[in-house]
């Protein structure tokens, strides 16, 4: 079955550090990855997608996200964490099963918490 | 451009209510999704709508009637509502090109439901 895994409900980082947030996939297929992140009380915002090319993908806000096929996970990453990017962070893989027109896999979020 | 626009923001219904809550979109994108976001489930879709005059089942419909008249508009019904559906709604909308792999998707604000 296609799946979106994130193993850490919440996660803790101070200020300045750097930060991962982990996601791991199984899907059948090639796969097309996204992040996103809800603030409070906001709708989800695209964060950035891997289709193909580099494993190393740049996003929004300093944001990067690493695709690792034999791992197969897509782990979040920022070089220095700010109090700002306290968040629900989501990602999502696309199904590849054409009856479903190609919807998305949702994991069930991490909240990032990053203290100052 | 307003984006996805979801109203009404909040609502409090009584079990066996009904209401409709309105999604509508000025991107001319054709794709339109209702989620609906639970703590610790992440994003559950409930119906989709691949055009105007189209819609499908996702993962959650039962207890729930979506209708696409228009392009820009999307609507989900609850035709008697029950607790179990108190939720935070999220309208989403994306454009799909034929043959593209995978599109943003795009989300609204929000709609908070409580059924008493």
């Known amino acids: 079955a296609q799946s979106v895994a994130q193993p850490e409900d919440q996660v803790n980082v101070a200020e300045g550090n750097p930060l991962t947030v982990k996601c791991t996939y199984s899907?059948?297929?090639?796969?097309?990855l996204f992040w996103y992140v809800q603030y409070p009380n906001r709708g989800l915002q695209f964060l950035l997608k891997?289709?193909?090319?580099d494993n190393l993908v740049k996003g929004s806000y300093g944001f990067e996200a690493e695709f690792n096929k034999s791992q197969t996970s897509f782990h979040l990453k920022k070089p220095s964490a700010l109090v700002s990017d306290s968040a629900l962070y989501f990602c999502?893989?696309?199904?590849?099963?054409?009856?479903?027109?190609?919807?998305?896999?949702w994991g069930a979020g991490t909240k990032l918490i990053i203290k100052p | 451009n307003a984006g996805v626009t979801q109203t009404p923001k909040f609502r409090v219904l009584k079990t066996g209510q009904s209401m409709t809550l309105l999604c509508a979109q000025d991107?001319?994108?054709?794709?339109m999704y209702w989620y609906r976001q639970d703590p610790g489930m992440g994003l559950r879709l409930i119906h989709y709508?691949?055009?105007?005059?189209?819609?499908a089942k996702g993962e959650v419909p039962d207890g729930y009637n979506v209708s696409r008249l228009k392009k820009q508009n999307f609507l989900l019904g609850l035709e008697s509502a029950a607790p179990s559906q108190t939720s935070v709604y999220f309208c989403?909308?994306?454009?799909?090109?034929?043959?593209?792999?995978?599109?943003?998707?795009?989300f609204g604000p929000g709609t908070r439901l409580t059924v008493l």
């Open positions: 991107m001319n994108h054709e794709y």
């Open positions: 989403a909308s994306s454009y799909h090109r034929g043959g593209a792999p995978a599109d943003t998707q795009y």
């Open positions: 891997y289709i193909t090319g």
């Open positions: 999502a893989v696309r199904d590849n099963y054409p009856d479903s027109n190609y919807q998305l896999i």
């Open positions: 709508s691949v055009g105007e005059g189209t819609t």
């Open positions: 899907v059948s297929g090639n796969p097309y």
